[in-house]
Structures are given as C-alpha cells and as structure tokens.
C-alpha cells in the first residue's frame, strides 16, 4: 500500500474510530469465507482489503469460515481457500469456526427463548414466507409467536437432539411483524437439518442462520470492524439487534460497515456459477487456467503480486461496478515484466534456411536473460543452419510498413545475426515450406562490429531446428464471449461460454527449456508471459499462456 495514497473511506471510519476513544489495539479484523467453493478474484478484494488493514494498523485478521451450511460446505474448500491467502502471502492470526461457536449460540439462543426473545414456529417455511408482507405492508403474526416459553424450549431441545424431521419448525427471533425492514421480521435463527457437517459430523441437528451466526461470531473473536459486501447493509439493522441481545458493555462492540463487490468483466465471480462450470465440465475443475478463481489464476500464471497489485488498485468503493480483465492482464505484464526470464519459442513455425552458413555448425550465443533485472545473467542458445521462425513473421507481399521478414529485405535474429531473404521453396499448392536466406557473418550481436551495428527495422526471434523442444502450449481466451454474462435479462450466463478458450498447439522452444519445472514463469519473446503447467513431464512440458505481451488481440508488432 502506498503512503502517498490518500485514505479510503473505509480507512477514514478506522481513523474516525480512533479518534473517537479505541485504541490501535482494539482494532482485529477478519476474513469470513462460507467453505462452499474455491476463492475468486472477488474474495482477493476482501482479502486485500482486511489483511491489508492488518498490515496498515498492525491489528490481527482472523481467517473464519462461516460454516454453518452443511448441504454445501466441504472440507477440500477449507484446505483451498487456506492455501489460497497464504499463496497470496497474507498470514491469519487465528483461524476460527464458525461451527465452533455452535454450542455457545445455541446457549444464547436459549436464553433468548427464556427472555421471551425467540419462539418455536411450527409453520412450513412456505407460510412463514407468504406471512412476511411486503416492504410497504407489515407481515402477519404467526400463531406461534405467543406459544408458552417452556413449550418453545422443549421443542427446541427436541430440534436439537434430532427427534424432529427437516421442516417442521423452526427458530425465529421475536423481533417486530411490521418494521419497515423485511429482515427485521422474525427473521428465522436456526433450522432442522440432519446432515453430516465436515467439522461437528453428526454431532448438530440444528443450524443457525447467517445473520445469527456472524455478527456474533464477530463478538466472540472481539473483532472490531466487520466489512462485508453492499448487499448486507439492509442486514445491520439485524446484526446490531442480535448483538444487543448478548453484548456485555465491557467488552468491544464489533460494527458492520459495508464496501461493493467488485466484479470482473468476461467471467463470472460467483462461487455458484463457477460451480455450475466445474460440475457442467466446461472448464476441466476449479483451478482451470480459465477459472477467475485464485487457483485458476496461479495456474494461468498470475503472480499473488500481480492480483494483490490488481485489488489495491481498484480500491474500495461504495458503488459496484465491473472491472475490465484487461486490468487484471495489465497487472500481470507489470510483475512478470520484472521477474520472468526472457526465452525464444517459436509457436507457429516456418523453416528458415540461412544457405551460406555452414552445415553441421552449431554456435552457442550468448542471450540476456532479462533486460529488466541486471543480476539475471546470461544463457547460451544455439544457432544453425536451420531455424524455426514464426510464420506470420514473414510475408511475400509485404508493404512498405511491415518490418518483418520478406524477400530482399533485411532483418535481425535476436542475438544472433542479420539475415535477408533471398527465395522461398513451395509444395504444388503454394504453401511456404521453406524460406531460404543468407547471413552477414559479421553481423553478430554484441560483436561490436560495424556490421554488427547496422540499424535493421525488425528484429525476430528464432529457434534452432535441431536442438529445438517441441513443447505443448495451451493459449486461453477469455471464457465468456460478453463482458457481463450474468447481468442479462433474458439469457442465461452459460449462453454466452466463449467456445473458442482453448487452443492447444506445439511450440518449438530453445533448450534452455528443458529444465523448467510447473510454475516457472517466463516471456516468451515477443509473444507473451508463459507458465509451466502442473500437467508437464519429464518428456513433455506444458505451457500455460498467461496473457500476450500486449493487450489481447493486439497484432504482434516490432521490438
Ligand atoms: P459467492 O457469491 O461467490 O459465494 P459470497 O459473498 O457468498 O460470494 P463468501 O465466502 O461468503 O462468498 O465471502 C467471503 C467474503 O468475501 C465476504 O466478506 C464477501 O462479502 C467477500 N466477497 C465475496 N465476493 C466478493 C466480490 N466479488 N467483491 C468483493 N468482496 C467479495
Ligand atoms: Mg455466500
């Protein structure tokens, strides 16, 4: 975070709290993911956002799951979303459950029913529905709501030891039928549901309700600034009248304040959706290169600095709106342009033959590894007679504007020599198989010669034929064909799946290449950032394209 910036206004409420009476050391905030999924780059703007505070104010952030869904909650999500914030490198002071709470809730939501605060409804949750009114008329009373204190605590006791099917009541806090906020209504505190849950197993037969469990949970973790997404402002009211319920004026009141999601153009940041993509197998799982999920961005090639330089830059606001990706790619350009290791992969080959080099010679030259970072060094790449070029860097017919190879033209082989074309050689269709050139001997890069310091518009990159590494490269596209797939009003998000966002081809790539393990990350020279998938072998490397060198779509131009 930079210094300079000025505060956001969630900044600006800490500050303001500061100087209304807390200490630094009241402060301790927290990141509550439900484990219902993977993380996605939604949740990184969470992420960045408490664990950052944590940072700027030297306050813990507890990580909490907010497990209180047994239908849809998973031990393998709580292990993805740990590993997840530690890769983006943010530590949590505790890591808290939810569902250790479970005990002490429902002894508060005991004495809630001896305080006559809460009641046992045994209407179907369809009544209870149409008895909620609507925002403009108060609902209806249920004829539970006067029930006899003792009966609702046997009923509850009976909730709670499983003598009780699914559905047949409920727990509703008695709040107010007619408050202007629906939320307010007797909202409901716990249900029925005889499931196995991944941490209590069968130990619980009762679950409480969101709104019940966080800001309490808040209160037992005394965190003191809760900050969830925009849609929870109407739940406040709620969250303060729960609270007010337990709190003990010794110890610290946690707020909810509220800041919008963020949302990322061409995909979809909802866990749900992405679910749908995993189980509909439209992408290959959860940590697809495609997915906008943390896993699938690590996979893709994202640096955690690129995503956390991603989320910092966007902020936090108060209104939602929809980030373009190009700002994602451009944040990952920035940190692979510091850090990747430049190297020469030919992915769309046509064969060059430099006719007065000699057969049989192969020269070793010297190649930077990074013109971004002075300690990278300097690898040898081999240079023949026969080389792979990329074909669209050659044209028959070129104009006056196109610096690439052609005929009679000069250009350079990075870190080699200048060629020029000279002829081609065509099957009976027309087809390019070979484009046959000289070379200027003394032309060599680094040789500090006169010929060597010709000007020469366009510089190419090159593989040797013989010594080449015939890898496989998987380019990705954006996956959904429309900036905001879920936003229409008539069609479904899954209509608008991009059916072109996987290519796979063979490159042909320098040695060097041979020894990459899975999450090297490199500049494929004048194409783009690549990463090694977790798919490669010892004999058969697999390359992820993170993004192109430019902005998608962009013609590949001149160095
Ligand atoms: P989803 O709809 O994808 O399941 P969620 O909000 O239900 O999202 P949680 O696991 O409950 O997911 O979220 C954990 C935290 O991350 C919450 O505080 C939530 O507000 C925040 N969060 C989720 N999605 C976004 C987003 N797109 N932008 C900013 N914060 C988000
Ligand atoms: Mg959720």
Same mark, same amino acid.
């Given at each position: 975070?930079?210094?300079?910036?000025?505060?956001?206004?969630?900044?600006?409420?800490?500050?303001?709290?500061?100087?209304?009476?807390?200490?630094?050391?009241?402060?301790?905030?927290?990141?509550?993911?439900?484990?219902?999924?993977?993380?996605?780059?939604?949740?990184?703007?969470?992420?960045?956002?408490?664990? *950052?505070?944590?940072?700027?104010?030297?306050?813990?952030?507890?990580?909490?799951?907010?497990?209180?869904?047994?239908?849809?909650?998973?031990?393998?999500?709580?292990?993805?979303?740990?590993?997840?914030?530690?890769?983006?490198?943010?530590?949590?002071?505790?890591?808290?459950?939810?569902?250790?709470?479970?005990?002490?809730?429902?002894?508060?939501?005991?004495?809630?029913?001896?305080?006559?605060?809460?009641?046992?409804?045994?209407?179907?949750?369809?009544?209870?529905?149409?008895?909620?009114?609507?925002?403009?008329?108060?609902?209806?009373?249920?004829?539970?709501?006067?029930?006899?204190?003792?009966?609702?605590?046997?009923?509850?006791?009976?909730?709670?030891?499983?003598?009780?099917?699914?559905?047949?009541?409920?727990?509703?806090?008695?709040?107010?039928?007619?408050?202007?906020?629906? &939320?307010?209504?007797?909202?409901?505190?716990?249900?029925?549901?005889?499931?196995?849950?991944?941490?209590?197993?069968?130990?619980?037969?009762?679950?409480?309700?969101?709104?019940?469990?966080?800001?309490?949970?808040?209160? &037992?973790?005394?965190?003191?600034?809760?900050?969830?997404?925009?849609?929870?402002?109407?739940?406040?009211?709620?969250?303060?009248?729960?609270?007010?319920?337990?709190?003990?004026?010794?110890?610290?009141?946690?707020?909810?304040?509220?800041?919008?999601?963020?949302?990322?153009?061409?995909?979809?940041?909802?866990?749900?959706?992405?679910?749908?993509?995993?189980?509909?197998?439209?992408?290959?799982?959860?940590?697809?290169?495609?997915?906008?999920?943390?896993?699938?961005?690590?996979?893709?090639?994202?640096?955690?600095?690129?995503?956390?330089?991603?989320?910092?830059?966007?902020?936090? *606001?108060?209104?939602?709106?929809?980030?373009?990706?190009?700002?994602?790619?451009?944040?990952?350009?920035?940190?692979?342009?510091?850090?990747?290791?430049?190297?020469?992969?030919?992915?769309?080959?046509?064969?060059?033959?430099?006719?007065?080099?000699?057969?049989?010679?192969?020269?070793?030259?010297?190649?930077?590894?990074?013109?971004?970072?002075?300690?990278?060094?300097?690898?040898?790449?081999?240079?023949?007679?026969?080389?792979?070029?990329?074909?669209?860097?050659?044209?028959?017919?070129?104009?006056?504007?196109?610096?690439?190879?052609?005929?009679?033209?000069?250009?350079?082989?990075?870190?080699?020599?200048?060629?020029?074309?000279?002829?081609?050689?065509?099957?009976?269709?027309?087809?390019?198989?070979?484009?046959?050139?000289?070379?200027?001997?003394?032309?060599?890069?680094?040789?500090?010669?006169?010929?060597?310091?010709?000007?020469?518009?366009?510089?190419?990159?090159?593989?040797?034929?013989?010594?080449? &590494?015939?890898?496989?490269?998987?380019?990705?596209?954006? &996956?959904?064909?429309?900036?905001?797939?879920?936003?229409?009003?008539?069609?479904?998000?899954?209509?608008?799946?991009?059916?072109?966002?996987?290519?796979?081809?063979?490159?042909?790539?320098?040695?060097?290449?041979?020894?990459?393990?899975?999450?090297?990350?490199?500049?494929?020279?004048?194409?783009?950032?690549?990463?090694?998938?977790?798919?490669?072998?010892?004999?058969?490397?697999?390359?992820?394209?993170?993004?192109?060198?430019?902005?998608?779509?962009?013609?590949?131009?001149?160095?």
């Amino acid at each position: 975070m930079s210094e300079e910036r000025s505060l956001n206004f969630i900044e600006h409420i800490i500050e303001e709290d500061l100087k209304q009476g807390y200490s630094k050391s009241d402060l301790c905030f927290r990141f509550p993911p439900e484990p219902n999924g993977y993380l996605h780059i939604g949740h990184a703007s969470s992420i960045c956002l408490n664990f *950052g505070l944590g940072l700027k104010y030297q306050a813990p952030v507890n990580l909490r799951f907010d497990d209180t869904n047994p239908s849809k909650e998973e031990q393998e999500f709580v292990d993805a979303i740990k590993a997840d914030i530690s890769w983006l490198g943010f530590n949590w002071a505790n890591e808290c459950y939810a569902s250790d709470y479970f005990q002490q809730l429902y002894d508060w939501a005991v004495e809630m029913i001896t305080e006559g605060k809460a009641y046992v409804d045994s209407q179907s949750s369809e009544t209870i529905a149409n008895q909620k009114g609507t925002p403009n008329s108060p609902g209806v009373e249920s004829p539970f709501r006067n029930r006899p204190i003792a009966e609702s605590l046997a009923l509850f006791q009976k909730m709670k030891e499983g003598k009780v099917p699914e559905g047949q009541h409920v727990l509703r806090a008695k709040i107010d039928m007619a408050s202007p906020n629906m &939320l307010m209504r007797d909202p409901v505190m716990y249900r029925v549901m005889h499931k196995h849950h991944h941490r209590t197993g069968t130990d619980w037969k009762i679950f409480p309700m969101y709104d019940w469990t966080h800001g309490e949970s808040d209160y &037992l973790e005394q965190v003191s600034h809760s900050f969830c997404t925009l849609e929870f402002l109407p739940h406040r009211e709620l969250y303060d009248w729960f609270l007010d319920q337990v709190y003990d004026p010794k110890k610290l009141r946690p707020k909810q304040r509220e800041f919008a999601r963020r949302n990322l153009s061409h995909t979809v940041v909802s866990k749900r959706k992405l679910l749908k993509l995993v189980q509909d197998k439209v992408v290959k799982g959860w940590d697809d290169p495609r997915m906008p999920t943390i896993s699938g961005l690590r996979r893709r090639g994202y640096t955690p600095n690129s995503i956390r330089n991603f989320a910092d830059s966007i902020g936090v *606001g108060k209104r939602e709106n929809l980030i373009d990706v190009s700002h994602l790619e451009f944040c990952a350009r920035e940190d692979l342009n510091q850090k990747a290791p430049r190297v020469m992969v030919v992915l769309d080959p046509v064969k060059l033959v430099i006719t007065n080099y000699p057969v049989g010679k192969t020269e070793w030259l010297e190649a930077e590894n990074n013109p971004e970072d002075e300690n990278a060094g300097y690898r040898k790449v081999p240079f023949s007679k026969e080389l792979y070029i990329e074909r669209d860097d050659f044209m028959e017919e070129a104009n006056r504007k196109f610096f690439r190879l052609s005929l009679g033209k000069e250009v350079r082989l990075k870190n080699a020599y200048i060629i020029q074309g000279e002829r081609l050689v065509k099957d009976e269709e027309g087809n390019i198989l070979e484009i046959h050139c000289t070379y200027d001997a003394d032309s060599k890069s680094g040789s500090g010669t006169e010929a060597s310091l010709r000007k020469v518009k366009g510089t190419l990159h090159w593989v040797s034929v013989k010594e080449a &590494l015939s890898v496989e490269v998987r380019m990705y596209d954006r &996956l959904f064909t429309e900036p905001s797939p879920d936003t229409h009003k008539e069609k479904d998000f899954m209509e608008f799946i991009n059916p072109n966002s996987l290519e796979v081809i063979t490159g042909y790539a320098e040695p060097s290449l041979e020894g990459a393990a899975p999450g090297d990350h490199f500049q494929f020279q004048r194409l783009g950032y690549f990463v090694v998938d977790s798919d490669s072998t010892a004999g058969h490397k697999v390359f992820n394209r993170t993004v192109p060198l430019r902005d998608s779509w962009a013609k590949i131009s001149e160095e």
